[in-house]
């Protein structure tokens, strides 16, 4: 239940005017600030408001009135309600948008295709609140202003929060499939790095045999050249 009683304003048009109450009292009963309690007794604001009986719906009694104004620092209370409200079921569509904003919302909807393709249609929809044939309209630019459209963010127009976008964008990527064709860069098999090299013992004794016949050939021709030096 609110601590706050209906209408507060009215409330405290209604407390200034038939009861003793001080200020803080009021302000303290109706959880508006002191300064805007005074500016209603001034008839400075709430003009044209009528004040609304808290006793006559139970949210106020006579006796915590005059608590209230035999001792100045005491805090009327709130009295409960009787009537058990049943909650609101959810509803279902599209979210509504302010009318000040849905010339925006076409821009929003260039934003989200362009920045999260991902994103199915009824995604967009409960983003933005608008339907599919805009959606649509604006994708095969078909749209009657795609020529001035430009994309920007809904959180920044104020359509829906960042919480709310996330939100859809990590649900789009979990339910996007993956790509079978490229699996990720992986480790070659045990078989293939720790296979030995077949040929490493017959490279190496075909080296040993070339530094003998090198230096074999290089002793034919140190024996050739002081042959010619002699002669």
Known sequence: MSNAPLMPKAT????????????????????????????????????????MDPLSNGQLTREEIEKGEKNPDYRLRLQESKVVLPPQPKRKGPRYTPVSRRHERPSAILWLLRS????????????????????????????????????????????????????????????????????GATLLPASETTKKDEFEPAERSSDDLNVDAVFAKLKTLGGKKQDEEEE
């Open 116 to 183: 999260h393709p991902e994103l199915k249609d009824a995604q967009i929809m409960r983003l933005v609140g608008t339907t599919k044939s805009t959606i649509a309209s604006v994708r095969d630019r078909t749209h009657w202003n795609t020529s001035q459209l430009t994309p920007i963010d809904p959180v920044t127009l104020g359509l829906c929060s960042q919480i709310e976008l996330d939100f859809e964008v990590q649900r789009a990527a979990k339910e996007k499939p993956i790509d079978a064709a490229y699996g």
């Open 12 to 51: 405290a048009v209604w407390l200034l005017d038939n009861t003793a109450l001080t200020f803080d009292q009021v302000a303290d009963f109706t959880k508006m600030h002191p300064l805007e309690v005074r500016a209603i007794a001034d008839g400075d604001a709430a003009q044209g408001i009528k004040g």
